[in-house]
């Protein structure tokens, strides 16, 4: 996909409408198949984490408790992590230990430090992770970033994917979020019908980097198109 392909794909999904649909839940336990741990039957639905349960995260990791998906979470601080698990979430209390026990993992954190902490330091996924499972990281990260946690995922036989969104916290109450995402199209297709639930549109991008790059063209984009609507008004009073 091309610059000038994606503008005119872009321009259409800020046009589009969200919708929950009960074919949802359908999508969901298609994933199973490819994503049972040995010793499990086709029918047992693939088990998410969900790592960061900040602005973003919380209302992200909310929808998909919504949509039924079995979801375990971990956050630092405590106060943001009750009120799911009083939903029905699961908690570990480490990264590490979500990675082993979900089958997918998803991450949304504040910063590419944080990113990085999470996914490759003491107690991160990388040491609970392996063949069999995916991480997908949904933070807003720079290129090297996203490389480097890409390379101690993989390093493990896990398969990786970034996947930055466009939209903020309305967005995601709303399932509205933009997802950019790039790394293993297998991991892809497995994911996708969780985007859908967190989403309105996706976008699969090529090789990992070309998501995180993506992601400061749209903010470059969004936020030209405000300074020029800001403009306008003050020189229309």
Known sequence: MNCSQFATTMRSAFSLHHFNSPRLSRHVSNVSASLQPQGQGTDT???????????????M????IKA????????RTKSKRDPLI??????????EEVAASCD?????LADPQSAVDVACGKHGVANGIGPGKGYVDVSTVDVDTSKL???????TGALFL???????????EDGQLI???AGDRNLYETVAPFLDIMGKSKFYLGDVGNGAAMKLVVNMIVGRSFKTRLLFFFYSV
Do not use: C, Q
């Open 104 to 108: 997918l993992t998803f991450a949304m």
């Open 61 to 64: 990791a909310l929808n998909l």
């Open 149 to 155: 946690i890409n390379g101690h995922i993989k390093s």
């Open 179 to 181: 997802f950019l995402t």
């Open 162 to 172: 970034e996947a930055p969104v466009s939209g903020s916290k309305k967005p995601a």
């Open 86 to 95: 009083s939903l029905g979430a699961k908690y570990k209390p480490s990264p």
């Open 68 to 75: 039924g998906v079995d979801l375990t979470v971990w956050n």
């Open 45 to 59: 639905p693939p088990r998410i984490g969900f790592l960061g349960l900040g602005i973003m995260g919380t209302p």
